[in-house]
């Protein structure tokens, strides 16, 4: 159970993909180091989704695309009971999804 | 490379199917087979569109099948998996073969059986297309992806929900003129937004997106016949050319993108289609657009060429792309009336354009309809195939 998220930062232009891919799509270079994604930045779109797929028993999810402050773009899952489009907001890994007794580790997002 | 003809095209009416996923792709298949009246004219391929059945129907080697069913034997067969763009890529491998010279007649069929599981089960086997550590953990879904995109999109380019129930209103009441549609009831500003019983009758799905901003889940078929330049002169009947094909892929997790509002798969899709047919979107007749969610086809009008960015919404308003303006958009009810069986979808509009350019399309007809133009969105925008059909004669 992985407690942190990954992506790549490329080794020779040094443009990081999350998710990480097999080739850096700036440059094509196929070494990376792996670094930790997350810290603060501000929502750039979200949701409340009722159609949610299975693993779920919630009514609804609210989803989020967080553009990060070192400018690396996430989806995760927004805990924030007042969600505003440009606001402030932190990450923290929590369990996000559960399939069976297995549960999976991701980004979350508090406000700041 | 050879030029491609349709010579039939044919579908199921779409629903809740009470027939087996292969009895759905041979009732069509037998459909478009009529309507080409091939004679004595062998079939030598068969392609078949499909998303989910190794899944959601427990079958494989759909191609396989199909040409048993219709005692094809020996024609070559295999089944093309591309998501939501499942169909019109189907479509593309059968025209590479007539292309290419290997073969003269090739019949694409696209089916999806999807109502035999229930919501959950639907919902999660279509947001399997996602990206599985970036987006599919965190409980993404398509109409989720829809929803971020369509707050996005609002917000930056002044669209309103009274908008997007437009787009609603305009292709629930061209369904009632196509008897293929799942969905035959028009539906009102009052009913679905404006009215105190509009919250309950039109409950949010992925907000901003409502229930009538979503299309339903359904079960259907849809079939073509793709000929050669020599079969199609033997055949009677209207003349229609693939007159051009474009594909573009874009980055798998949409949150990749430098700018999420842009659709830029469907943008490169659609200039290589065009160009492919050395025609411009001024030209472009009658439209059908991947409307699985409304803000799609208002983005995608402007995408593809029709409007310019930020102003697909005002084409609307002004009711240019209703049945009866300037440039009619879903007449067969889009995906958001019609329905979208996710593999038969991009096979489905051609058919609508086929019957639209043979002038076949009784009621819902665009008079005169000479070049039309499709967009099968797949996965999130990240595979898009776009096609323009020509009438020659």
Redesign the interface.
């Known amino acids: 159970m992985s407690e942190v998220i990954y992506g790549g930062k490329c080794k020779s232009c040094g443009t990081v993909s ?2 990480r891919r097999a080739v850096c ?1 700036n440059c094509r270079n196929e070494s990376f180091d792996r670094i930790e994604i997350g810290g603060e930045g501000k929502v ?13 028993e919630t009514r609804y ?1 609210r ?3 967080v553009e990060l402050d070192d400018g690396i ?5 927004l805990l924030d009971d007042d969600p505003k ?1 440009g606001k402030r907001v932190k990450s923290t890994i929590g369990v ?2 559960e399939p069976g007794d297995k549960p ?1 580790m ?2 979350q997002f508090v406000p700041v | 490379m050879k030029p491609v003809y349709i010579a039939g095209a044919g579908m199921t009416k779409f629903g809740r199917a009470e027939w087996s996923l292969i009895r759905l792709a041979s009732e069509a298949s037998r459909s478009a087979l009529h309507h080409a009246d091939l004679g004595e004219i062998p079939v030598d391929g068969v392609v078949v569109a499909n998303m989910g059945a190794a899944r959601v129907n427990k079958q494989t080697a759909l191609g396989s099948a199909l040409v048993d069913q219709l005692a094809l034997y020996p024609a070559m067969a295999e089944a093309v998996e591309n998501g939501p763009a499942s169909g019109a890529s189907a479509f593309k491998v059968g025209c590479q073969a007539i292309a290419s010279g290997m073969a003269d007649v090739v019949l694409v069929t696209g089916v999806e059986r999807m109502r035999t599981v229930n ?3 639907g ?2 086997f279509v ?1 399997s297309l996602s ?1 599985p ?9 398509l ?2 992806l829809a ?6 999109f609002m ?1 930056r380019f002044g669209v309103e929900r009274k908008h997007l129930a437009m787009v609603a209103i305009k292709n629930h009441e061209n369904a009632t003129k196509n008897p293929y549609a799942h969905i035959q009831q028009t539906v009102t500003m009052e009913g679905i937004l404006t009215l105190p019983e509009a919250a309950v009758n039109n ?7 409502h229930m009538f901003d ?1 299309c339903p889940v359904s079960d259907g078929a849809a079939s073509l016949v793709l000929v050669s330049e020599d079969v199609a002169a033997k055949l009677g009947g209207p003349k229609v050319r693939v007159a051009g094909i474009g594909q573009a892929t874009d ?6 993108r430098e700018d ?1 509002t842009d659709l830029k798969a469907v943008r490169i899709a659609s200039e290589k289609a065009f160009g492919m047919a050395g025609a411009t979107p001024s030209d472009v007749d009658v439209v059908e657009l991947h409307d699985a969610f409304t803000i799609l086809e208002i983005a995608e009008s402007e995408a593809a060429g029709f409007f310019p960015r930020g102003e697909g919404h005002l084409a609307l308003e002004r009711g240019e792309t209703a049945l009866d303006g300037k440039l009619p958009i879903n007449p067969s009810g889009g995906l958001k009336a019609k329905g979208h069986p996710v593999g038969a979808t991009g096979v489905a509009q051609l058919v609508e354009l086929v019957w639209q350019l043979r002038g076949e399309a009784d009621e819902r007809q665009v008079q005169n309809a000479k070049t039309a133009y499709a967009c099968n969105f797949g996965g999130f925008g990240n595979n898009v195939v776009a096609t323009v059909l020509r009438r020659e004669g």
């Open positions: 999350y998710p799509a750039l779109t979200y949701t409340d989704v009722y159609a949610l797929a299975i693993d779920y999810l989803l989020a695309i773009r996430v989806t995760g899952q489009l996000v999804r999976i991701g980004l | 919501g959950l089960e919902t999660d947001a990206h550590e970036a987006e599919y953990i965190y409980g993404v879904t109409p989720s929803g971020m995109f369509a707050r996005l917000d409950p949010p799905i992925a907000a901003p997106l979503c980055t798998h997790a949409v949150h990749e999420p």
